[in-house]
């Protein structure tokens, strides 16, 4: 994503994941995973909108870790329908908190974002941790996959981001979901499920939801 992107290798259940973590120029202040779309259409942790999301959260502080899933890029195994990905991004989630780059602090807040079948994975990894006791602090679901996967409930502050005229994932399915739950769901007039021209203004919204609702510089 930038020039100083690491490439990290990771042990996960299945073996080997490939990370790419970028760390803000200070401090880091938070952590956060950051989940790809469905990796048997094309989905890897170099698509547009994840990597939005990473620069939205490298610039309020954190430090950002984009897996690629089970038979994608380096990393190991096959698809696994959700199940396998989970355990890796737990994985991930375990050597992102424990990183030298971070403190105790910055490990406990922990920031979960994905896109597409990332954000149904997020929900699951968020359910696990929720049980651990040690959850996350904060959700970010773009594009959720509501009409193609079971997702988890998640806590009332996700900040859920859908396209109008998502014709993948139509917006009524992710209403339908998010409507028991009584959580906001923030649509981008004209989007599809991609974000064609669209991303600055996902960038805009995570940075502004990190600043817990203060509005911030998010020029890209």
Same mark, same amino acid.
């Given at each position: 994503?930038?020039?100083g992107?690491?490439?990290?290798?990771?042990?996960?259940?299945?073996?080997?994941?490939?990370?790419?973590? $970028?760390?803000?120029?200070?401090?880091? &202040?938070?952590?956060?995973?950051?989940?790809?779309?469905?990796?048997? /259409?094309g989905g890897?942790r170099?698509?547009k909108?994840?990597?939005? *999301?990473?620069?939205?959260?490298?610039?309020?502080?954190?430090?950002?870790?984009?897996?690629? !899933?089970?038979? +994608?890029?380096?990393?190991?195994?096959?698809? $696994?329908?959700?199940r396998?990905?989970?355990?890796?991004?737990?994985a +991930?989630? #375990?050597?992102a908190?424990?990183?030298?780059?971070?403190?105790a602090?910055?490990?406990?807040?922990?920031?979960?974002a994905?896109f597409? /079948?990332?954000? /149904?994975?997020?929900?699951? %990894?968020?359910?696990? *941790?929720?049980?651990?006791? #040690?959850?996350?602090?904060r959700?970010?679901? %773009?594009? &959720?996959?509501?009409?193609? !996967?079971?997702?988890?409930?998640?806590p009332?502050?996700?900040l859920?981001?859908?396209?109008?005229?998502?014709d993948?994932?139509?917006?009524?399915s992710?209403? $339908?979901?998010?409507?028991?739950?009584?959580?906001? %769901?923030?649509?981008?007039?004209?989007?599809?499920? !991609? /974000?064609h021209?669209? *991303?600055?203004?996902?960038k805009?919204?995570?940075v502004?939801a990190?600043? $817990?609702?203060?509005p911030?510089?998010?020029?890209d």
């Amino acid at each position: 994503m930038t020039a100083g992107t690491r490439q990290l290798s990771i042990d996960g259940p299945a073996g080997r994941i490939d990370v790419a973590l $970028d760390l803000p120029a200070g401090r880091p &202040t938070g952590v956060a995973v950051i989940a790809h779309p469905h990796p048997l /259409f094309g989905g890897t942790r170099d698509n547009k909108v994840v990597q939005t *999301l990473a620069r939205a959260l490298l610039a309020t502080g954190h430090a950002c870790w984009r897996p690629n !899933f089970r038979g +994608v890029g380096e990393t190991d195994g096959a698809y $696994d329908e959700g199940r396998g990905e989970t355990e890796d991004l737990l994985a +991930v989630v #375990a050597a992102a908190r424990a990183h030298e780059s971070v403190d105790a602090d910055a490990a406990a807040s922990l920031v979960l974002a994905g896109f597409s /079948f990332g954000s /149904f994975v997020q929900t699951r %990894v968020a359910r696990r *941790l929720q049980e651990r006791g #040690a959850p996350a602090r904060r959700l970010v679901l %773009v594009g &959720t996959a509501a009409s193609r !996967f079971p997702v988890e409930p998640v806590p009332p502050d996700t900040l859920v981001i859908h396209g109008e005229l998502d014709d993948t994932v139509p917006l009524k399915s992710v209403l $339908d979901w998010a409507r028991p739950l009584e959580l906001p %769901v923030v649509v981008i007039p004209g989007a599809d499920h !991609f /974000f064609h021209r669209r *991303l600055p203004l996902i960038k805009r919204l995570v940075v502004e939801a990190m600043a $817990d609702g203060h509005p911030a510089d998010a020029a890209d």
